[in-house]
């Protein structure tokens, strides 16, 4: 699942610029933005200087944009749907709205970032993903509408 090469950022250099330890956790769009961020955890977020528990990077138009995120405000972009390939068993989602992508034995394929979930192939099974932790998750569950 994991998309670390996506903005070719190599978290042991990251290191060196940002403090707190990071964790490279996945790649994938937040906030209704159309360019997805690189998003770290941070391992010991300094709080005196507002850090937050994730740090989040992009690149647009060569310009590097730097933000944060505290977990709270992580959990309604960390799930997302994705296809589980019952061939080669990749696991795969859309990083934006254009990102179409296909597992490594091309027998199926995803599109639509958070916007949009479009998908075709076969052989596949929906699945729910925890982009922070990088693992299939069960579905949440659905708000009961009859009380
Ligand atoms: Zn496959």
Redesign the pocket.
């Known amino acids: 699942m994991r998309e670390d090469q996506y903005y070719g950022f190599v978290t042991a250099r990251l290191d060196h610029f940002f403090e707190g330890g990071l964790t490279y956790c996945n790649t994938f769009c937040l906030d209704h933005q159309y360019e997805p961020y690189a998003v770290y955890k941070v391992a010991a977020p300094n709080l005196e200087k507002g850090h937050k528990d994730y740090l989040l990077l992009k690149v647009v138009e060569g310009k590097t944009w730097v933000n944060g995120k505290n977990i709270e405000d992580m959990e309604k972009w960390r799930y997302q749907n994705g296809l589980h390939?019952?061939?080669?068993?990749?696991v795969?989602f859309s990083c934006y709205r254009h990102d179409f992508k296909?597992?490594?034995?091309?027998?199926?394929n995803v599109d639509g970032g958070k916007d949009y979930f479009k998908y075709g192939?076969t052989?596949?099974k929906v699945v729910n993903i925890d982009l922070l932790e990088d693992r299939i998750c069960p579905w949440p569950e659905e708000p009961s509408l009859s009380k």
């Open positions: 390939c019952q061939i080669c068993d990749e795969i296909h597992c490594k034995c091309e027998g199926c192939g052989n596949f």
